[in-house]
Nanobody, 124 residues
């Protein structure tokens, strides 16, 4: 089992930055794929960033590419999401997720473990 806990959310003005953290406990987290998803009110939960176990490979959808950066520190069992140039449309609950295996996927159903989420609100 892997337990995940997000932190770092909050209220920020448009153009500002936030860094989210996802602390993990449990077996073999350092060997897992890690991802960040977000869910805005009334919308589906969507993928925003993913990273492989080594931290070498990352993937972002066009909506956040160039603004968000995912990274991980396996010694600390923590994954980060640095969010810059935030926009009001980035407002959502942000969830970290993890899956065993080597495939970095954007499919929500492929992720086995989820945190409780942290609210990010971007004011205009």
């Amino acid at each position: 089992q892997v337990q995940l806990e997000e932190s770092g959310g909050g209220l920020v003005q448009a153009g500002g930055s936030l860094r989210l953290s996802c602390a993990a406990s449990g077996r073999a987290y350092s060997n897992s794929i890690a991802g960040w998803f977000r869910q805005a009110p009334g919308k589906e939960r969507v993928f925003v960033a993913g990273i492989d176990w080594s931290g070498t490979n990352t993937y972002y959808p066009d909506s956040v590419k160039g603004r968000f950066t995912i990274s991980r520190d396996n010694a600390k069992n923590t994954v980060y999401l640095q969010m810059n140039s935030l926009k009001p449309e980035d407002t959502a609950i942000y969830y970290c997720a993890a899956r065993h295996g080597r495939l970095l996927t954007v499919e929500r159903i492929s992720y086995e473990y989820w945190g409780q989420g942290t609210q990010v609100t971007v004011s205009s």
